[in-house]
T-cell receptor, first 112, second 110 residues
Framework: DSGVTQTPKHLITATGQRVTLRCSPR?????VYWYQQSLDQGLQFLIHYYNGEERAKGNILERFSAQQFPDLHSELNLSSLELGDSALYFCASSVGIKGELFFGEGSRLTVL | AQRVTQPEKLLSVFKGAPVELKCNYS??????LFWYVQYSRQRLQLLLRHISRESIKGFTADLNKGETSFHLKKPFAQEEDSAMYYCALRAPSGNTPLVFGKGTRLSVIA
């Protein structure tokens, strides 16, 4: 499958812990986007990277950070986790900055 | 501020009935508008975009700048149309991300 790949698919952890979500974009895509989908909140934009550089930031908490590596995969780090961080985290990629977004299947994070 | 509003969380229609999924947006200017769809157990994917003025799977969406709306329509609903539909907006220039509405779940009843 040459689509967007996200790992892990499911993750259960405790409050106060730290997790890392990983995203591999489609082959050839330089942009990676992270979105958070909480209950009743829809898809909230977190951050956008293009070819290794941060290009736009949304309502991303200071406890969260991300980066895009030279091989273009991206990681979203979530620390000091709270119950409210439980959500589905989507990664999407596109060829450029304004192209069609292709989504991964998401990583479901449950904080207990 | 850019905002997308989808007033209905759930819309149920009978097979063969017309469908209209509402989307209103807030943006000062001419945004790029999209509809994304997520079928059961599938990824979120682009359904159509307003600039291409196309019909995909029988769906069309007309941009009404006066009413700041981009409603999605289909004359005859099919069971396979049951899915989660998201309206999204993006500023045409600058480095702004895609802003999504909260989505409407369409359920087509046989």
């Amino acid at each position: 499958d040459s689509g967007v790949t996200q790992t892990p698919k499911h993750l259960i952890t405790a409050t106060g812990q730290r997790v890392t979500l990983r995203c591999s974009p489609r082959s050839g895509d330089l942009s990676v986007y992270w979105y958070q989908q909480s209950l009743d909140q829809g898809l909230q934009f977190l951050i956008h990277y293009y070819n290794g550089e941060e290009r736009a930031k949304g309502n991303i908490l200071e406890r969260f950070s991300a980066q895009q590596f030279p091989d273009l995969h991206s990681e979203l780090n979530l620390s000091s986790l709270e119950l409210g961080d439980s959500a589905l985290y989507f990664c999407a990629s596109s060829v450029g900055i304004k192209g069609e977004l292709f989504f991964g299947e998401g990583s479901r994070l449950t904080v207990l | 501020a850019q905002r997308v509003t989808q007033p209905e969380k759930l819309l149920s229609v009978f097979k063969g009935a017309p469908v209209e999924l509402k989307c209103n947006y807030s943006y000062s200017g001419s945004p790029e508008l999209f509809w994304y769809v997520q079928y059961s157990r599938q990824r979120l994917q682009l359904l159509l975009r307003h600039i291409s003025r196309e019909s995909i799977k029988g769906f069309t969406a007309d941009l009404n700048k006066g009413e700041t709306s981009f409603h999605l329509k289909k004359p005859f609903a099919q069971e396979e149309d049951s899915a989660m539909y998201y309206c999204a907006l993006r500023a045409p220039s600058g480095n702004t991300p895609l802003v999504f509405g909260k989505g409407t779940r369409l359920s087509v009843i046989a």
